[in-house]
């Protein structure tokens, strides 16, 4: 055989063997559904470790039962740098490399917001799972953005009963100087002093997100000589807090309303120091007695030997979220699940739940009691669960707050 038959078999065989991965990859992706999912991994373990095995075990269960419009789901995730810059370029990447028309998760609110930006301009399908920010789905909503997780508004209207009836008048506020806390607090101010018009804010401290100086900021508090005190700080800021002020005795004889503080990834690394009858939103994750419940965490404790928190039920009801709004839709077609989405219900560990037509934000609500202390570690008592409907405006009202629609 001549030196130019063999390097015709040889370019022959190089092309079969590049039609075959080619048809191969081609079959795989018909039989997948991809979903591009983006969030702060890398600085926001406590939450997000949870979160991904949350998912993760949802993707396992719709797989296992045979996909949606009879394909596995596959989630391509990636770090979003923990900035909205970083965010915005993960978001294109997946959307133009790995060609994705379905994109979900973020964690911080300012991330949240950046990628809801993105969704609109690319026209892309986002859910939004985690970022608490009420503009995600008022003042900065679009057509292509849904929202999961209760907002700072929701969980705020949860709170203001208990802070009504704690008839106290001067307060003390204290926040992570970031979207999210801003959000919160201007939250708390408004609804409290239209119930309660004499009330007084002595001190706001808002320290930067991940670098509070909790000394400074404790006696602050204390110099401000406040009846009760907000507070909105979460993760390592929250564990500074809560050492730094107990040592201090700032929260003696002080009411307390906290929120996220009684989420169990936030109360375990305070132990034994978890402050005792703070008011707070959370996840009594070995105290809901309910069957749909029991079932998700019966499947989790077997797949991780670990228990959840709330991040697990986040990235949990985030897969299968997309997979009952895929298959009501009947296709990944973008303007189709959106219309599916409109009004979308389905069940979860924490019961039904429905994302609303008038602004995409969901219905499922959160737990609202009290810090307690078991075992030498923080837990929640007096709970009670608060449906996410029941505290929402009005369509009508929706329409004020959400002038733009596309």
Do not use: C
């Not at 709004?325 to 989405?341: E, Q, W």
């Amino acid at each position: 055989m001549t030196a130019r038959s063999l390097h015709s078999l040889a370019i022959a065989g190089t092309l079969a063997g590049a039609l075959t991965l080619s048809f191969g990859h081609a079959a795989r992706a018909q039989d997948t559904i991809k979903i591009g999912e983006l969030n702060s991994y890398k600085t926001q373990t406590a939450f997000l470790d949870p979160y991904k095995k949350g998912w993760e075990l949802a993707i396992e269960q719709i797989n296992a039962k045979g996909g949606v419009l009879g394909k596995k789901l596959e989630v391509i995730s990636r770090d979003d740098g923990s900035t909205p810059g970083d965010a915005v370029r993960v978001a294109d990447e997946l959307v133009t490399r790995e060609g994705v028309n379905i994109i979900a998760g973020t964690f911080l609110s300012h991330i949240g917001l950046a990628v809801t930006e993105f969704a609109g301009k690319k026209k892309v399908f986002f859910l939004a799972a985690e970022p608490l920010t009420d503009k995600i789905t008022w003042q900065n909503g679009n057509k292509y953005t849904f929202r999961l997780r209760a907002t700072t508004y929701m969980q705020v209207a949860m709170l203001m009963p208990a802070a009504v009836a704690a008839k106290k008048k001067r307060w003390a506020l204290v926040y992570p100087n970031f979207e999210y806390g801003q959000a919160a607090v201007a939250t708390f101010k408004e609804m409290l002093k239209a119930q309660q018009p004499d009330v007084e804010f002595v001190t706001e401290q808002a320290p930067p997100l991940g670098k509070v100086d909790a000394g400074a900021v404790v006696q602050a508090i204390d110099d401000a000589k406040p009846d009760a005190i907000f507070n909105v700080l979460f993760g390592a800021d929250f564990s500074k807090l809560v050492r730094e002020g107990t040592t201090r005795g700032v929260f003696k004889d002080r009411t307390v309303v906290s929120l996220l503080s009684g989420e169990p990834e936030y109360l375990d690394p305070v132990k034994e120091e978890a402050p005792v009858g703070w008011i707070v939103t959370g996840y009594p994750w070995d105290k809901i007695k309910t069957p749909e419940y029991l079932a998700f965490l019966t499947a989790y404790q077997k797949k991780y030997n670990d228990y959840p928190r709330l991040g697990s039920i986040v990235g949990y009801v985030t897969m299968t979220s997309l997979a009952a709004g895929i298959a009501k839709a009947g296709s990944t077609d973008t303007d189709k699940l959106i219309a599916a989405f409109e009004g979308l219900k389905l069940d979860s560990p924490f019961g039904p739940f429905m994302y609303r037509a008038s602004d995409h934000q969901a219905t499922m609500g959160a737990y609202v009691g009290k810090i307690a202390l078991e075992g030498g570690k923080g837990t929640m008592a007096d709970f009670k669960y608060v449906d996410g409907a029941t505290v929402l405006p009005s369509d009508a009202e929706v329409k004020k707050l959400r002038p733009v629609t596309e």
